[in-house]
């Protein structure tokens, strides 16, 4: 599939999920899907690494890997000048045991068999190899091949196959429940300029206000967070 996108689009989209302005309605699990990264890569043996990015259309976190990849491979049935091989996740046209890193991000929503896309990573990971995962919970339907939301008990079944897997909510129900009214109100509100308009001036205010709300009232409830995310080891 051809894209009419531009390497300059891509990068602008791909640097605003990794470092989200406060107008963005996405900002408080954006945010926080950065820090769990970060903290998450540092368990990664040190020395190079050969990494895939599965639904590696926009590769937002590639920065963070950049140094330390001898490979830097993108996987998307979209074509993008930043993906090496168009193709879908749930066929994988690599060996078995090559990469050591796996990094899959908002991508497993679309996929028709999510199942045999885990299977396929699990299979070309080396043994000990590591994926990254980060899935909706919370979100309406944005396209017609959106196909699944995650809860942390689906993704305990679907990561079955991997030998160690840890699942972390970014962010609490407090943030899941600010972010759903934010993504309402830019999605939703008509005519679309208000929606721009809600985008500046009250969307910075609910993210700065959930971010407030969980210092002072900590809470571990993740039943209404809006997005998971997951380590696995092989
Ligand atoms: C919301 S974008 C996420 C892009 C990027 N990973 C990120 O986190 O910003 C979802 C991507 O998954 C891709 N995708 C959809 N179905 C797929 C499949 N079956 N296998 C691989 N990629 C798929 C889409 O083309 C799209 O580029």
């Known amino acids: ?28 699990v954006l945010s926080r899907r950065r820090e769990i990264l970060r903290e998450w890569l540092s368990r ?7 990494v895939l990015d599965v639904g590696g259309r926009l590769q937002p976190y590639r920065p963070f890997l950049q140094h330390r990849a001898t490979r830097y491979l993108a996987l998307d049935p979209r ?15 690599f060996a078995s045991d090559t990469f050591d890193f796996v990094i899959c991000t908002q991508m497993l929503g679309y996929a028709p068999e ?17 994926l990254f995962l980060s899935v909706p919970s919370i979100y309406p339907c944005d396209s017609e091949f959106d196909a ?9 079944l679907i990561l079955a196959p991997f030998r160690h897997a840890e699942i972390l909510a970014e962010r609490t129900s407090i943030s899941g429940l600010f972010r759903s009214i934010n993504v309402w109100l830019v999605m939703f509100a ?20 959930a971010a407030g709300l969980e210092l002072l009232f900590p809470t571990t409830d993740d039943s209404f967070s809006a997005n998971f995310s997951a380590w696995a080891q092989k």
């Open 1 to 28: 599939m051809q894209t009419s996108e531009t390497l300059e689009q891509i990068e602008r989209e791909a640097r605003e999920r990794l470092n989200p302005s406060l107008s963005n309605p996405s900002w408080l």
């Open 44 to 50: 990664l043996p040190s020395g190079n690494i050969c």
């Open 79 to 93: 074509y993008t000048p930043l993906v090496n091989v168009v193709g879908r996740g749930e066929q994988i046209p």
């Open 114 to 130: 999510p199942a045999r896309v885990i299977a396929e990573i699990h299979r070309v990971l080396k043994p000990g190899g590591c």
């Open 148 to 156: 699944w939301r995650y809860m942390r008990c689906s993704l305990r």
């Open 190 to 209: 008509r005519p679309r300029m208000l929606g721009t308009c809600l985008r500046f001036t009250v969307v910075p205010v609910l993210n700065l206000a």
